[in-house]
Every structure is written in structure tokens, then in C-alpha cells.
């Protein structure tokens, strides 16, 4: 249907929004590519201390998550009004995306001047070129690829708000499938379009090589998974329509109340999710942070499809918890015992087959010189265990709203793991910054315990402590059991399968073994 984008060119405020996007798009854009060249150019002369501490200030805002960017240039923003009667608005908004986008210019223009001779420029004075005429005539063509380039990103840039856009119009059709426990239907939808978009970036890879158009195809076909999932929702829910909603309406659900701290929340979590790569990259390099980057790369592949397990469950638990008020049952009670052991069988799961295919794995599609310690892979290990493990958990505490009652162990999670990580990485390298993560982690982890057992599961605290100090035990069995037997394996990819027969049965047994027969597993 195309009923909300008709809608959408109807509303003056979303179409005033839109051109006010578009004219600071076209400035920023102009302004940084002048501004950021220029810098460049500067930048490339300095000697080699001075250029290397500006363009690690200059990459700050590359590294940083944007909301912490735009958070800090808020801050300023306050700072210099309060002195200099500026005012929120335009101006502002100009100058923070300039700010944004410069970093992204000199990160383009620079690798041109490594491969630009270094006498050019001297070469034409000596011919008769004043300053300007080398700069203008001898140095610009040189290195006008790499601005033009900026210019392709601007494009993807805004290709990708359009996708964006597309999904938040047909957003809530995928949420009434999830709320009604149908997911599966738009998995469905999605996996069709999702094999026709890799076909169609494999066919363009070989014969229309073009960036643009590679990313043009995956907003397409994204846009069009939507549409389909848009047109097969009026049919499966013909009883459903639409109803003005009021300021009222949101104020009397308390949305705005839950919204305020639930931005402290992820605020904070983006904070925690990005320190890692923030400290890699500020105290190891690029080279280390490429590596780190190959093992996010496959775990982000194997998160997506736990996600699409434990999602299923997401809908179910908000159906049972359906006030947030209301403590639970014995019947509720013994149902969540029975998820939460659920989700310490998939975190004993995923991560017994991180600690024995991880290091196999990468050493066979990357090479061995590309491997990080062992000691990294087994703390990442408990770090995926600790998500996991309580999954189950979080997605009550997701329910049951009260977000003011954790925010602090967010902040703290947020605070510790960027702190923590720059004292242990000069002492244990890149497994340090990860041990910072898991602590980080398991403070958050203690927040949605707090509020799950004050709001829901009154009375079970003890009890769910005594069982996570079992589930400890049996992890470390699970794990060391699992690694012992995978030692004795031949390496490469022949190496892998008995590997990964070993993980789908020993982990499972012993959990099986040891929780089998209580009622939880019932």
C-alpha cells in the first residue's frame, strides 16, 4: 500500500521538516567538502607528532557513536549560548553537521596525498607556479577522486534515510505479526526478497560494478519486503483500522514517563556496545581493530539468527505479563523458571561453540596470522553466555517498563566499560578490553534482575541466584568437556565438522544430565 506515503506528502509539518532536511543537507555537504579539503591539505604538510595528534582528534566523531557526538555538540551548543545569545535551531543544526561530516572528508582526500608524489607541488614553483597556481592546477586534480568520493557517500547517505524512512511508515504492520506471535510470516517474506537482493549485488559485483547502484538494490528490495508484509496485513487483520491518537492518549499509557528513562538507557547502551572499539582503535590501531572487526563479523552473523529464536518468545512473555502492575502467579512463575533455564541452555550453547569452532574457523577462512589469543575467545565466550544466558530475563524486564529503577546500573555499566577498558588494554591487550565488557555486562545484567524480582517475581531472588551459581558449574563442564574433546580434531575445514558434531551433543547432554528431570525443564 501506499496509502501512508500519500499521507506523508499531505502533512505540511513532515514536508516542511523534509525540505528544512534537504537545504542543511545541501549545505553541510558543500561546506565540509570545502572545509575538510582544505584541512586536509594543511593536515598532509604538518610535521609528523602534530599530524598525528590532529587527525586522532579528527577522528573522534568517526569512532564516537553519533549520539554521543550530537549529545556533546549539544552541550557546547548550551555552553555558547548561555555567552553569546545563540540560539537552538538552523544555525546550530548547519553547524553540527558540518562538524559530522568533515572527519569523513579528510578520511577521503588524505590516502590521495600518500600517493601523490611529494615534489609536485615544489616541482611547480620551480616552473613558475606561484602558490595558488600549484595548489589550483597541480594539487586539487591530483586528489579530486577522493573528493569526489565524498560525494558518493552523501548519495548513500541518503539513500539509506529514504530506507529508513520506508521502514518507519511500515514499521508497525511487522509489530502486530510479532505481537499476535506470526513472525515467522514476515521471515518469510524477508528471506525471499533478502536471496533476490545478494543475487542481484552478485550480479551488479560482476558486470555493473557501481557502488550507488549496489546500494540502491538492497533499499529496493527492502522496500519492497515491506510492502508485500504492508499488503498481506490488510488481508490477515481486515479488522483492524485506523483511530486518531492524542497527546492524551500517550500521556494517560505513561509513554512519555518510560520514554525519558528508556533514553537514559540506550544512551547508555550505546555507550557500552561501541567502547571496544573505541579503546581497540585508540590504543592498538587499525590493524588490531580489522581483526577484532573479523570476529564481530561472524558473531554479528550468529546473533541475528539467535535473535530470531528468542524473539519469538518476546511476544509471548509481553501476553503474560500484561500489567505491569501485577505481580506473578505460581503458574507465571514456574513458566518464567522454565524460559529462564531455556535461555541458559542456548547461552551454554552458543558459548561452548564460540570456544571450539571460533579459533578453527577463522583460522581456516582467514589464515592463522589473522587469530587472536585464546584468551580473548574464551572471555568473549563468557561475555556471549552472559546476554544470553539471561535473555529471557531481559525481555521481562522489557514489559514490565520502570525504567527509572535500573537506569543507574546502566550508566554505570556505560561508565565502567569505557573506564575499565582503558586501564586493562595496556595490561592484557584486547582480551582486557573485553574482561571490562563482561563486568560492564554483568552489572547491567544485576539492573534487570532488580526490577524483574521487585516488579514480577517477588520472593524468587535467592532461588534464581542459587540457580545461576549451578548453571556456572555446568557451563564450565559444558565448556571444558566440549574443548578437550575438539583438541584431539585435525585442523582446517575437515577439522570442522566433527567439531561441530561435538558442540550439537556434548553441551546438550550434560545440560540435559544435570536439569533434566527437575520441573523447571518440565
Not at 579539503?37 to 582528534?57: E, Q
Request: hydrophobic letters at 50%.
Amino acid at each position: 500500500t501506499l496509502d501512508w506515503y500519500a499521507k506523508l506528502f499531505r502533512n505540511e509539518v513532515i514536508i516542511s521538516s523534509l525540505m528544512n532536511t534537504i537545504i542543511i543537507a545541501v549545505i553541510a555537504s558543500i561546506a565540509a567538502t570545502l572545509l575538510g579539503t582544505l584541512a586536509a591539505i594543511g593536515i598532509n604538510s604538518m610535521r609528523k607528532v602534530p599530524k598525528a595528534i590532529v587527525m586522532n582528534i579528527t577522528n573522534m566523531p568517526i569512532v564516537n557513536p553519533e549520539i554521543v557526538t550530537g549529545v556533546s555538540l549539544m552541550l557546547l551548543f548550551v555552553f555558547f549560548a548561555a555567552r553569546m545569545n545563540l540560539e537552538f535551531g538552523f544555525v546550530t543544526l548547519v553547524i553540527a553537521h558540518i562538524t559530522f561530516d568533515v572527519p569523513y572528508v579528510i578520511l577521503n582526500v588524505m590516502p590521495k596525498f600518500r600517493q601523490m608524489d611529494p615534489n609536485l607541488f615544489e616541482a611547480a614553483q620551480d616552473l613558475g607556479c606561484s602558490p595558488f597556481t600549484a595548489l589550483r592546477k597541480v594539487i586539487l586534480p591530483e586528489i579530486m577522486p577522493g573528493v569526489a568520493s565524498i560525494q558518493t557517500a552523501y548519495t548513500v547517505y541518503l539513500l539509506n534515510t529514504i530506507s529508513t524512512l520506508s521502514g518507519y511508515f511500515l514499521v508497525t504492520r511487522r509489530l502486530m505479526y510479532t505481537c499476535t506471535q506470526q513472525g515467522y510470516l514476515c521471515t518469510r517474506i524477508d528471506f525471499c526478497f533478502n536471496v533476490a537482493n545478494y543475487l542481484a549485488r552478485i550480479a551488479i559485483a560482476l558486470w555493473l560494478p557501481n557502488y550507488i547502484l549496489y546500494f540502491g538494490v538492497s533499499i529496493l528490495f527492502n522496500t519492497g519486503a515491506n510492502l508485500v508484509v504492508a499488503a498481506r496485513y490488510k488481508k490477515d487483520f481486515p479488522e483492524l483500522h485506523e483511530v486518531k491518537v492524542t497527546l492524551r492518549d500517550f500521556k494517560d499509557l505513561g509513554i512519555f514517563h518510560d520514554l525519558k528513562y528508556y533514553l537514559v538507557h540506550r544512551l547508555s547502551n550505546t555507550i557500552y556496545g561501541s567502547s571496544d572499539t573505541i579503546v581497540t582503535s585508540r590504543m592498538a590501531g587499525s590493524a588490531m581493530t580489522a581483526n577484532l572487526g573479523n570476529y564481530t563479523t561472524v558473531s554479528d552473523s550468529a546473533t541475528n539468527i539467535g535473535n530470531k529464536i528468542m524473539d519469538s518468545f518476546a511476544a509471548a512473555i509481553g501476553n503474560i505479563v500484561y500489567d505491569k502492575s501485577a505481580t506473578a502467579n505460581a503458574h507465571d512463575k514456574q513458566v518464567f523458571w522454565g524460559l529462564d533455564l531455556f535461555s541458559y541452555f542456548f547461552g551454554s550453547f552458543v558459548a561452548t561453540a564460540y570456544l571450539c569452532l571460533f579459533q578453527p574457523f577463522m583460522g581456516a577462512w582467514m589464515g592463522e596470522k589473522w587469530l587472536l589469543p585464546l584468551s580473548f575467545v574464551l572471555v568473549f565466550c563468557l561475555n556471549e553466555y552472559v546476554g544470553w544466558n539471561h535473555r529471557m530475563l531481559g525481555s521481562y524486564r522489557a514489559v514490565l517498563g520502570h525504567f527509572e529503577e535500573d537506569q543507574w546500573f546502566m550508566v554505570a555499566s556505560a561508565t565502567v566499560n569505557l573506564a575499565l577498558s582503558f586501564i586493562l588494554f595496556p595490561l592484557y591487550d584486547i582480551t582486557g578490553a573485553l574482561i571490562a565488557t563482561v563486568v560492564a555486562h554483568c552489572i547491567m545484567w544485576a539492573g534487570r534482575v532488580v526490577v524483574v524480582f521487585r516488579r514480577y517475581m517477588a520472593g524468587g531472588l535467592a532461588h534464581y541466584l542459587a540457580v545461576q551459581a549451578l548453571h556456572l558449574v555446568t557451563l564450565a563442564a559444558c565448556m571444558g568437556g566440549s574443548y578437550a574433546l575438539c583438541a584431539r580434531m585435525p585442523g582446517g575445514w575437515l577439522g570442522l565438522a566433527p567439531r561441530v558434531l561435538v558442540v550439537l551433543v556434548v553441551p546438550n547432554l550434560l545440560n540435559l544430565a544435570v536439569y533434566g528431570w527437575g520441573k523447571d525443564a518440565a
